[in-house]
Antibody
Framework: QITLKESGPTLVKPTQTLTLTCTFSGFSLSTSGVGVGWIRQPPGKALEWLALIYWNDDKRYSPSLKSRLTITKDTSKNQVVLTMTNMDPVDTATYYC???????????WGQGTLVTVSS | DVVMTQSPLSLPVTLGQPASISCRSSQSLVYSDGNTYLNWFQQRPGQSPRRLIYKVSNRDSGVPDRFSGSGSGTDFTLKISRVEAEDVGVYYCMQGTHWPHTFGGGTKVEIK
């Protein structure tokens, strides 16, 4: 059974750096074809794709946010970390991580974590 | 970026009646391996998104067979043959063929 859970601060100040951790079970990021992605959703708005990392350390980013995002993995801990610099109130959203392979995409999602950006 | 355009924005449906959601992409979603990476997600109120359909028409395990996906190239459809109360929520299409992956704006299904 695949499960994912996001963790991190619920409140960050403008200009600060956000660090979110996705801890998962039921699969390994050392298995060929496996990846973990991040998606966010501002309150009452649509889903927005952010980034994805594959088993071979191939990393993909949203072009509009690429300069602010970094995605990394720790295979031994079954974790993927997303950092986003220079946070702004418009970055207030629920942030989700999801299991996504090269063939089967975004098949399982975490519960999401709401991050509010406010001074 | 590939733009995913969904219609309608809102879909009031009578219980037991069919519903249909359209999703159009600004480019063909056929990948070089021959697959079309078009997914459909359901997001019930207060819940995380759940994948219903992958690669245009493949239903995920546990998804009722009243849900079906169809289409090709740039034009895709999600159909619910008979809407039930538990189907209320927002439905999103998403393309995973081109980088960056992109979502449609969502269609809100509600009961009349």
């Amino acid at each position: 059974q695949i499960t994912l859970k996001e963790s991190g601060p619920t409140l960050v100040k403008p200009t600060q750096t956000l660090t979110l951790t996705c801890t998962f079970s039921g699969f390994s990021l050392s298995t060929s074809g496996v990846g973990v992605g991040w998606i966010r959703q501002p309150p009452g708005k649509a889903l927005e794709w952010l980034a994805l990392i594959y088993w071979n350390d191939d990393k993909r980013y949203s072009p509009s946010l690429k300069s602010r995002l970094t995605i990394t993995k720790d295979t031994s801990k079954n974790q993927v970390v997303l950092t986003m610099t220079n946070m702004d109130p418009v970055d207030t959203a629920t942030y989700y991580c999801a299991h996504s392979g090269t063939i089967s995409q975004y098949s399982n999602w975490g519960q999401g974590t709401l991050v509010t950006v406010s001074s | 970026d590939v733009v995913m355009t969904q219609s309608p924005l809102s879909l009031p449906v009578t219980l037991g009646q069919p519903a249909s959601i359209s999703c159009r992409s600004s480019q063909s979603l056929v990948y070089s391996d021959g697959n079309t990476y078009l997914n459909w997600f359901q997001q019930r109120p207060g819940q995380s998104p759940r994948r219903l359909i992958y690669k245009v028409s493949n239903r995920d395990s546990g998804v009722p067979d009243r849900f079906s996906g169809s289409g090709s190239g740039t034009d895709f459809t999600l159909k619910i043959s008979r809407v039930e109360a538990e189907d209320v929520g927002v439905y999103y299409c998403m393309q995973g063929t081109h980088w960056p992956h992109t979502f449609g704006g969502g269609t809100k299904v509600e009961i009349k």
